[in-house]
């Protein structure tokens, strides 16, 4: 077998636990070539999961620090900064390129966005000083027509 795994599940998993990158790369050029006797299906199906959820965990991140941002903004405007605004335009160009990419990212983040918002109101919290119970339990700005809109600053910002 050319693979150098034997075919057994146990080899081929110990394999992509040992080194990830030099399995992936088995694994493409198994696809390549079409020798789909020997692709590690289990693992490329988790792998494939785990490339969705880490996409997904990445756009939840960005959300947050904008988010949270977005709040530091509205919160103390005194103390806004040209960084602030970077970080805030910078992930939205990130967040902007993500949904672009894999559109379905979108539709999943409604049913988590009260727990990023709730993060996101924590970490402004930690980063500014004032106290949690002092931030709205709920959003009170619209995803698409203020939180992602380029440009968009909120009031006293």
């Known amino acids: 077998m050319k693979n150098g795994y034997n075919g057994g599940e146990l080899k081929l998993a110990t394999a992509k636990k040992t080194d990830a990158a030099a399995w992936a790369e088995e694994m ?5 070539s079409r020798d789909y006797a020997n692709l590690d299906i289990a693992g490329l199906a988790e792998e494939l999961r785990d490339l969705s959820r880490s996409r997904f965990d990445e756009l939840r991140s960005r ?9 530091q ?23 902007a390129d993500m949904l672009k990419e894999s559109p ?8 988590e ?3 990023v918002w709730y993060r996101a109101t924590v970490q402004a ?5 004032i106290d949690i119970e002092k931030f709205p339990a709920e959003c009170f700005w ?4 203020e ?3 380029s440009g968009w600053f909120p009031s006293g910002a």
């Open 113 to 115: 966005f009260t727990e």
């Open 104 to 111: 379905s990212l979108g539709t999943r983040l409604q049913p």
């Open 73 to 95: 903004r509205q919160y103390q405007p005194a103390k806004g900064s040209g960084s602030w605004r970077s970080t805030i335009t910078t992930q939205r160009f990130d967040i």
């Open 125 to 129: 919290a930690d980063e500014t000083g």
């Open 63 to 71: 959300l947050r620090i904008l988010i949270a941002h977005l709040l």
């Open 28 to 32: 493409a050029a198994l696809l390549e």
């Open 142 to 145: 619209d995803l698409q027509t």
């Open 147 to 149: 939180i992602l809109l």
